[in-house]
């Protein structure tokens, strides 16, 4: 127990305290607090076990760079794993667990890994598991290196998705990023500002340092007030920028409720937002290195900065005996200020030599010893630091020499400071490795943003404020960073010191894979598995790198980084979807009469998007039985059917007839107005692509069918030919499917209830021939009547406007009820053309499928000119003798069980599986011939017909002969009538 | 994500549109008497650019409207907006 908090100061308020539960027992913080600042003020320090060997781990960073502190928030439906401590706000209530502990933190039992971690390196489970298969232990190993558990449920949460169009968007609520919204505030133009937390000022929030002559939280104040004066900015805290995406685009993940006790929550959780603006400023500051020693991962051992900001931001003292170890000066300023604060500084390291006089003699009355030309070795103790071991080091980062031994509960540490430029690089900007900050910085010239402040390398607090006005990416020279990657006491890194404390990966580790040959930055970053963790390597790439390159002794600039990817920090996968979720990721679309046939208890099935009755049930019926049923009510006497996702395209002008020439295999100029003909379409692959009914309405105007479903793909390739090909032709296409709802009649009875029908229309069957399609009026509702099957019976297709759709239907209920008219679905009709070997284009074809193979071959061959496919349906493949043919099949092994779809058929007197000749396409049982019946793709099945076959399906053989496709009624006599 | 200039309908986001490929892909004018290799170049076989690519693009949802877009493959500069049947813009190494 070592972190405390102060009687005064901080940006929390001490008269609301907050009630929360972390591992199962309960804390106390107060408003303002986040979980890792009320944990570390509670004197929590071990919160986490390591991903691999299961270390004990403490609280080290400040922000999302904190690769320890990892919790999985609340249980059930709306639990949230893998969130940073430091960015999670307290709230009342809150129930947080560490991810990697099983079964306590205290007691972890997989922290026998650790005793053999020598045992398991880099890549140890890949080189090791490997026989039988990694498959058999990759459950196991997940298990054991788990981090957090994703719900088990719907998420219960609602996202919401927007987009801003703006003049200037600036990433980073630091004083680089309030002095730049300032200056473009001040032209007029629009301008949003975000930060991810819930404070502005960034590093500076809450200290005593001095911007423009006034404190940081004064200026801080100050700022603020501005803008509230001015309509044009746009504030925005808890907006955490994700991603920066092509041509400028900046996605920004907005927590509206994640702060609050979840009984208050309403309305979505979180908003994210599409942002493109004219200009785009990134100032996201710099994340500290730490220092990569042996035991450097002790619970007790933070960055220095993130020990500032803790003592700033809300009032917590990390430590009350602290050694304070740097590369730089930044860290001096922290142990200043937590001397100020109470605490006792026993030591401040420096690897330099000589560190600034001003500091070491502010340290010096301060009474604070300073160190110089030293560095950690070794961080001493188990669950939490107990002392720190140092000696005289090298700039190579080789101790040698004697080394002393330091009490203390708490080691900061500070490698230095890495601009954060994810945002700069994910937008396609280049780096470049600064040797005098040993940091990549953003290569100004390559992107078409601006990048000020800490990201851009510029740690000085007045070249900041200068360079926010300006125009171009600019870095003035701070003190410069010296390198130190990594502390050894021998010539080799040191295979205890962490580089990757989320995902357990050492200098060792790195020098292994260096001794493997993994040389790239690329292949490193795989085998070790380096900044792959869900902070992608905040805190460690650079090191890693570094590291790396001394090892192969190669520049840092010849290295390069790894790719930086979107999201900065992990979102919810729900943020992405939005509403696209359920029904609103694709909506299914209703019938006209869909009410209607919810009261004929119809059972529904998505056909093509379309929400359709596939079949009736009356009461004490099954599927199979109301199926048989509507069949035979169909062939007997007479049924209705609605048909409106039938797809309707009219295509109208002068050069109509010429265009649909060429979209179908059919010749469509020479049909006459009023007459309609059934019509196959091919992809310029030469492949089906659809089928249907075209009618000729007048000689330029046509009314093209499609198959259910596919109205839109025709449509939109109509119009691809037509703009991009043909583009002279005078043609316009609509897709009036949704305009035309479609009652179908079918049966031998059919013309007994249209003849008592108030209509112009003479149905009989002078007046109304099969394929022709005529206009009128039915019970005063305009309509368009097709005589058309799909069933082989007597058929006419009425089309009325949409809205009119219920009255039609109800008529014809009415006409037909002394008829004993039956409503069928699409179970029935499947089953009736099945019965008449009607092809059903993507059920019996598939993307192999010629026009010869279906039997348009004489068609084709007829037509003189050229049309979408044909050619390509001549290549030599489509010209093989033993192409696949499409024909019936029926059972003759007296099983009425149906043919399995898609079984394979083999030659008569196999007995053992080979490559087939074809399959099953379609299969029912005829409820009219009372038998099972297939349609099938079959070698040569039109030259052998009568031929008995095999058909295997799932280790069982049935027996079957090919027939023609059509079974019933061939001669088609009971349409001539 | 691209911010595509559809000629009809101003700058929209690249979700709008349907990328159709490279442009223009000229249709044999006589397919019966084109042998099988050239009808395999046409129907298949296309340049996979790394620089400036001419590729033809659909506002899918929007107005409907195909055109042409020259476009640098490595940085995603959209460098002309073309007709559908406009000739491919010469542009400068300086583009």
């Known amino acids: ?977 | 994500m691209l911010l595509i200039e559809c000629p009809w309908c101003g700058p929209r986001a690249e979700s709008e549109y349907r990328c159709g490929g490279e442009s223009p892909i000229v249709r044999p004018a006589d397919p019966a008497a084109t042998d099988d290799a050239a009808w395999a170049d046409y129907l298949f076989y296309r340049d996979n650019v790394k620089g400036l690519s001419f590729e033809r693009w659909h506002h899918r949802f929007g107005c409907g409207l195909w055109f042409n877009i020259a476009r640098d493959t490595v940085s995603h500069r959209i460098l002309a907006i073309y007709g559908i049947t406009d000739p491919r813009p010469v542009l400068g190494p300086g583009a």
Not at chain 1, 211 to 235: C, Q, S, Y
Not at chain 1, 760 to 767: M, P, W
Not at chain 1, 847 to 870: E, S
């Open chain 1, 1 to 977: 127990m070592s972190g405390y908090r102060l009687e005064r100061s901080g940006d929390i308020d001490r008269s609301r305290p907050i009630n929360f539960r972390w591992e199962g027992r309960s804390y106390t913080g107060f408003a303002g607090d986040t979980l890792a600042s009320a944990l570390l003020a509670s004197g929590v320090r071990m919160i986490g076990r390591s991903f691999k060997y299961h270390r004990p781990r403490g609280l080290i960073a400040a922000g999302l760079d904190e690769p320890n502190f990892i919790v999985q928030l609340e249980r059930g439906a709306g639990t949230t794993p893998n969130l940073k401590a430091p960015y999670v706000e307290l709230y009342d209530g809150l129930d947080a667990a560490p991810v990697n502990a099983w079964p306590s933190l205290r007691f972890d039992l997989l922290a026998a890994n650790s005793i053999f971690k020598r045992f398991i390196p880099a890549a140890f489970y890949y080189k090791t598991f490997m026989w039988p298969t990694w498959r058999l232990f990759e459950p196991l190993i997940r298990k054991a290196a788990g981090l957090g558990a994703s719900p088990k449920l719907p998420d219960p949460d609602c996202y919401e998705q927007t987009s801003a169009h703006i003049d200037v968007l600036i990433v980073g609520g630091g004083i680089a990023g309030l002095a730049a919204a300032q200056h473009a505030a001040m032209s007029g133009k629009s301008v949003m500002l975000v930060t991810g937390g819930r404070h502005w000022g960034g590093r500076l929030a809450g200290t005593s340092d001095s911007v423009e002559g006034k404190p940081a939280a004064v200026w801080i104040k100050d700022m603020l007030r501005t803008f509230t004066a001015m309509p044009n900015v746009t504030l925005m805290t808890r907006t955490l920028a994700t991603g920066h995406f092509d041509h400028g685009m900046v996605s920004l993940c907005e927590r509206l409720t994640d702060h609050m006790p979840i009984h208050e929550r309403s309305g979505p959780r979180q908003r994210f937002w599409r942002v493109r603006a004219d200009a785009l400023i990134l100032a996201t500051g710099a994340i500290e290195r730490p220092l990569v020693f042996r035991g450097n991962d002790r619970p007790g051992i933070m960055l220095a900065g993130a020990a500032r900001a803790y003592l700033h931001r809300h009032a917590v003292v990390a430590g009350r005996e602290i050694v304070v170890a740097t590369t730089n000066d930044s860290a001096w300023y922290a142990a200043f200020d937590l001397a100020e604060a109470g605490a006792t500084i026993v030591a401040i390291i420096d690897t330099r030599p000589s560190p600034s006089p001003a500091l070491v003699e502010r340290a010096e009355a301060l009474g604070i010893m300073v160190h110089a030309s030293m560095a950690p070795t070794e961080a001493i103790g188990r669950q939490t630091v107990r002392a720190v071991r140092i000696g005289c080091v090298s700039s190579a980062g080789r101790i040698h020499g004697a080394t002393q031994t330091l009490p203390c509960d708490l080691l900061l540490m500070s490698g230095g400071w890495n601009p954060a430029v994810h945002l700069h690089s994910q937008g396609a900007g280049r780096l470049k490795f600064d040797p005098g900050l040993s940091s990549f910085i953003p290569e100004a010239e390559s992107s078409g943003h601006r990048i000020i402040g800490g990201a851009a390398g510029d740690f000085a607090r007045y070249s900041t404020l200068a360079a926010a006005p300006e125009q171009a990416v600019t870095r003035r020279p701070g003190p410069p960073q010296a390198a130190l990657w990594s502390i050894s006491e021998s010539d080799v890194p040191d295979a205890e010191a962490w580089v990757d404390f989320q995902n357990d990966v050492t200098a060792g580790d790195i020098a292994l894979a260096a001794r493997e040959n993994f040389r790239s930055v690329e292949h490193l970053k795989r085998y070790t598995t380096l900044g792959m963790a869900s902070d992608q390597g905040k805190t460690s790439n650079v090191n890693g790198i570094g590291i790396l390159s001394t090892l192969l002794a190669k520049s840092i600039e010849a290295i390069g980084t790894t790719k930086f990817r979107p999201p900065y920090d992990p979102i919810p996968f729900g943020l992405l979807a939005g509403h696209r979720i359920g029904d609103g990721l694709r909506p299914r679309r209703q019938l006209a009469l869909h009410d209607w046939h919810v009261g004929r208890n119809a059972s529904f099935e998505e056909y093509g998007g379309w929400m359709r009755p596939a079949a009736y049930l009356r009461p004490g019926e099954s599927e199979a039985d109301a199926v048989r049923r509507e069949v035979l009510a169909v062939r007997t006497e007479v049924g209705i059917f609605e048909a409106s996702p039938l797809g309707k395209i009219e295509v109208k002008g002068p050069d109509a007839a010429a265009f649909l020439d060429l979209m179908y295999v059919n010749r469509i100029s020479t049909l006459k107005p009023g007459r309609c003909r059934y019509a196959i379409m091919l992809s310029e692959n030469g492949t089906v692509f659809d089928d249907g009914v075209v009618t000729r309405l007048t000689d330029d105007h046509f009314l093209v069918g499609t198959t259910s479903g596919h109205a839109a793909i025709i449509t939109e390739a109509f119009r691809e030919w037509l703009q991009c090909e043909w583009t002279t032709m005078r043609v316009l296409v609509e897709d009036v499917t949704t305009c035309w709802a479609v009652a179908n009649v079918v049966g031998p009875q059919t013309r007994s209830v249209l003849d008592t029908l108030a209509s112009d229309i003479d149905f009989s069957a002078d007046a109304f021939a099969h394929m022709t399609a005529q206009r009128g009026y039915i019970g005063g509702i305009p309509a368009r009547v097709a005589r058309v099957s799909f069933t082989g019976e007597l058929s006419y297709e009425i089309a009325v406007p949409w809205r009119c759709a219920g009255a039609l239907w109800e008529t014809l209920i009415a006409a037909g009820s002394s008829h004993g008219i039956v409503p069928f679905g699409v179970e029935a009709l499947m089953t009736l053309r099945i019965e008449k070997g009607f092809l059903h284009i993507g059920a019996d074809t598939d993307g192999t499928t010629l026009p010869q193979d279906i039997g348009l071959g004489a068609i084709m061959a007829k037509k003189t000119q050229d049309f979408v496919g044909r050619r390509s349906a001549h290549r030599p493949d489509g010209l093989r003798g033993d192409r696949r043919s499409f024909v019936g099949l029926e059972a003759t092994d007296g099983n009425a069980a149906p043919l399995a779809i898609g079984a394979h058929i083999l030659p008569a007197g196999t007995t053992q599986p080979q490559p087939g000749e074809g399959w099953v396409t379609s299969s029912t049982w005829s409820p009219t011939l009372g038998a099972p019946l297939a349609l099938a793709m079959i070698e040569r099945g039109e030259k052998r017909i009568g031929e008995n076959v095999r058909v295997w399906d799932l280790g069982a053989w049935r027996e079957a002969r090919i027939t023609r496709a059509c079974r019933y009624d061939p001669q088609g006599t009971r349409l001539d009538v």
